[in-house]
Structures are given as C-alpha cells and as structure tokens.
C-alpha cells in the first residue's frame, strides 16, 4: 500500500496546482481580451485535445504500464504552465491550452489503472477508488480559493510560475518513489444471496435457472458512458458560468470560494464510507438523478442560495465519480483497465469540450444550467438500471 499513498500524495499536488487555475484562467483571458465565446473555445479546446491522449494511454497504459505516462504528463504540464505565464494573446493562451489537453490526458488514465491493479477484491477495489475521489476533493477545495488568492496577491504571471514548478517538482518525485505494479489477477466479488437463488447461484457462477449469472452473460453496454459524458459536460457548463457570474465577477476571490464549495460538497459524501457497500451501479444513477435536479432547480432561479446549490452539486459528485471507477473496474478484467479508463476519460474530455462551447452560445437566449439538466435525464433514461439491483460479478 505505500505505492497507493505515495499515488495519493502525488495526485493531491497535480490535482492542487490544476484546479487552481479554474477561477482564474476565465478572468486571464479577459484580461487578454478574449470574448465570452472564446473563452468558452479556450476551456472546451483543453478538453477535445484529450481525446487523441486518451486513445493512446488506453493501449500505452495496458502495454508499457502506468510511471512512464505520470512522469510525462506532469513534467511537460509544469512546462508548459510556465510558458503560458508568457502569452499575451487569447489566441496564444488557446494554443498552449491546446497542447496541455493532450498532455494531460495521460494523467488519469494511468493513475486509475495503478489503483484498480493495487486493489485484492472488490471492497478494497471501492475504498481505493473513494481515497481517490477523497484526495481529488480535498485539493479541490483547497485549490481554488488559494489561486484566486494567488492572482489577487501576485497577479497572473507569477501565479502560473509557481503553478507550474509545482507540477514540475511532483513529476520528479514521482519518479523516485512510484513503483510500477503488474497485472492483478481478477477481483473476486461474493454475490450477496437473496431469495430464490440456487446454492451454485450463490458461489456466484450460476443464476436459479442454471444460466451464467448476469455479469457474465450481459457485457457491459457501452451506454453507460453516457453518464459520465454528461456529468463531465454539466461540469464544463458550471465551471464555464461560475466565473462570469455578476457575484464573482466583482471579486476573484468570490469565485474561487464558489469553487471551493462544491468540492466541500464532494467531501461530505466521500466522507460516507458506508456507501461502498451499495452496488455502484445504483450509487450512480441516484447521484444522477439528484445533480439532474439541482441544475433544473439553478435553471428556474429557485430561492436556494447560491452556495447551498453547489454543496449539493459537490455531494452528487462525490457519490457519482468513485461508483464510476467501482463499476468498471469491477466488471473489467485488469489486463483491460488502461483501455477501459482510457474511454472513461474520453467521455470526460467530450463532455469537458461541449459544454462550455454550448454554454458560450446559448447563454443569452435559454439557461445553461437547463441543458445540464436536459444532459443528465437523458443519460439517466439509457443506461441499464436493471442491473443497478443485480449483484454484480468481477470481469474474468
């Protein structure tokens, strides 16, 4: 387990020096210059050029292992924040952000691999996952409050310098400490036996009819990326509108506690260990459901404050992503993660990419905050809910 700590240290560093640039880099590129629909292109463009990473962590990840594409993504990242410390362009800031997409795309791919390869079942596999959702919240809460803080103190050149020597420095130690770890064999999962089930259906291998069980007999429908293509593209709607509000325009400190409120949120729930015991399946679609709802209730101007709105966006998150990551790595043999978080993250990066770009071009006319609703309801209809009440087996 020290693999999995030391993984947990360096992820809390990139995790910290990448969200903290959410508040400010909105505020940067009006500062440039930039139009609201360009600065939609500048966030969505960092997301569309992970796709072409994404592909090849999927098969690099699988074949060459998880180190080599860490170190990478965080050193030429921490590069490449110093060379936009320099830009005096949007066009130039939309280049370089162009290229750090593609950088980064490496990044969570390769971690989520090394996790799922560290865990001995399924119950180890879920906390793994949940101390991931747990170090990525606990970053982002403290991160964007403390680059807005940065930029209100130091202003944006500087802000990014020390940005992108952390990142720089976390790629260096990573390389010392992180050690590669091999192919795991298949989790085993224990069904939890109901009514019904024949004394084979409870080992797990056969169903009361004498059929495979559901796990084995069902591949996983590709639908199910639906929802974290949808939830990514909400966030890119939220993370798009958030600095542009009339409140956080006045102060960017405002915006960074914004920020900062929905990964408090996010804790709460990840806070709840006991929810690894639900089937993911189900953690899934009820997180769904209820961030569906939240936006539909920002889109009609509820009389909810604003700030108790994004605490409860961040407690849907913090049940949806871990149970994402359990789902799939739980019906995915190992020899198969890095392809299977590889398309995980393409859905992210989609989402990430069409999101600011829809908010950017429908703002003046309809809410935002409505298409996120729309998204996630749509994504909710199609995935397969019969198996969120099926007890779930691990890939052979």
Known sequence: MKTAVWLYLFMFVAIFDLHAQYPILSPFAISLGAAPSFIGLILGVYSITHLPGNVL??????????????????????????LQSHVDSPWQLLAIRSVSGFVLAFLSPACLSMLAKLARDRVQQGKLMSGNG????????L????????????????????????????????????????????????????????ATDKSGRLNAAGKPSIA??????????????ALSCSQGILFFELPLMKETQRSIMTS?????????GSLV?????????????LRVSFG???????????????????????????????????AIASFLAVVTSSS??????????????????????????????????FIAFLLLMLALAVIPLKRAFTPIQAAA
């Open 57 to 82: 962590a999927g098969y690099g990840v699988d074949r060459y292992g998880s180190k080599i594409f860490i170190l990478f993504s965080l050193i030429t990242a921490g590069v490449l924040l110093l």
């Open 134 to 141: 747990m170090v990525h919240t606990l970053a982002s809460v």
């Open 143 to 198: 991160s964007p409050a403390a680059g807005a803080y940065m930029v209100a103190q130091y202003g944006f050149e500087l802000s990014f310098i020390v940005l992108g020597w952390g990142l720089i420095a976390t790629g260096l130690l990573a390389w010392i400490f992180v050690k590669e770890v091999p192919a795991a064999p298949p989790v085993p999962v224990t069904s939890v036996p109901h009514e019904g089930m024949t």
């Open 216 to 229: 084995q007999e069902e591949p996983m429908s590709w639908l199910f990326f639906a929802i974290p293509l």
């Open 256 to 264: 960074g506690i914004f920020f900062s409120l929905v990964s408090l």
């Open 269 to 281: 729930t990840l806070s709840m260990l006991f929810l690894n015991k639900v089937n993911p399946l």
């Open 288 to 322: 769904t459901l209820c961030l569906a709802l939240v936006f539909f209730g920002m889109s009609i101007r509820w009389s909810l404050p604003m700030s108790a709105s994004l605490i409860l966006i961040g407690m849907a998150k913090g049940i949806i992503f871990p």
């Open 336 to 369: 198969r993660y890095g392809r299977i978080f590889s398309v995980l993250a393409i859905s992210y990066s989609l989402g990430a990419f069409i999101g600011p770009i829809v908010a950017g071009q429908v703002r003046e006319q309809l809410s935002p905050y």
